[in-house]
């Protein structure tokens, strides 16, 4: 049984290939959400079709509608879990709507990007300025924070996102080490 788009051109039936472009083309002309519909398009028939769902994110970036760019997201870490711009992406969605904590751990999967990295500081220095202020005004914060940093912190959203150390270190690590003595002449 032949698929719908790999029917004739004659057919009606765009290609994926060619909706993709189409929504590039709509992209680069600021029409995002014709973009984001010609992404449903070609995801209807493959909910799986990495250039759709890629397209559809940034479509609905530039929409404004963060909380569906999330939704996208995730299908696509899915997919690959591994690709920086995802997560910077997912950051940047967080960030613009307040969930201060999440972004920071989604900028901290992405900081090999420099964009991302900066990000993070600054999420992170708004957040220890705000944390200081609330230490400073509100004494059950401050006794909380006193008992348990960490519970005070996660339990207000706060999330400062320790960055995770290369694998490097640990291949370093555990190479066996040679010590060799000389005798002084």
């Known amino acids: 049984m032949e698929s719908k788009t790999n029917r004739n051109p004659g057919s009606g039936v765009r290609s994926p290939l060619v909706l993709l472009r189409q929504g590039e083309a709509l992209m680069r002309l600021g029409r995002y959400t014709e973009a984001s519909v010609v992404a449903r398009q070609v995801l209807a028939e493959d909910p799986h079709q990495l250039g759709a769902l890629e397209l559809a994110a940034k479509a609905l970036w ?108 640990w291949i370093a690590e555990r190479q066996p080490r040679v010590s060799l003595f000389t005798r002084p002449s």
């Open 62 to 169: 530039q929409a404004g509608a963060y909380e569906e760019v999330l939704s996208v997201i995730r299908r696509l870490v899915v997919l690959n879990p591994y690709e920086p711009g995802y997560h910077a992406l997912q950051g940047a969605s967080l960030q613009c709507l307040g969930r201060y904590g999440e972004a920071a751990r989604a900028f901290a999967r992405s900081s090999e990007i420099p964009s991302s990295r900066q990000a993070l500081d600054e999420i992170r220095s708004w957040q220890a300025e705000l944390l200081a202020g609330m230490i400073q005004s509100d004494p059950v914060f401050r006794a909380q924070y006193n008992r348990d940093p960490k519970e005070a912190c996660t339990s207000r959203g706060f999330d400062f996102a320790e960055e995770a150390r290369p694998v490097e270190w």
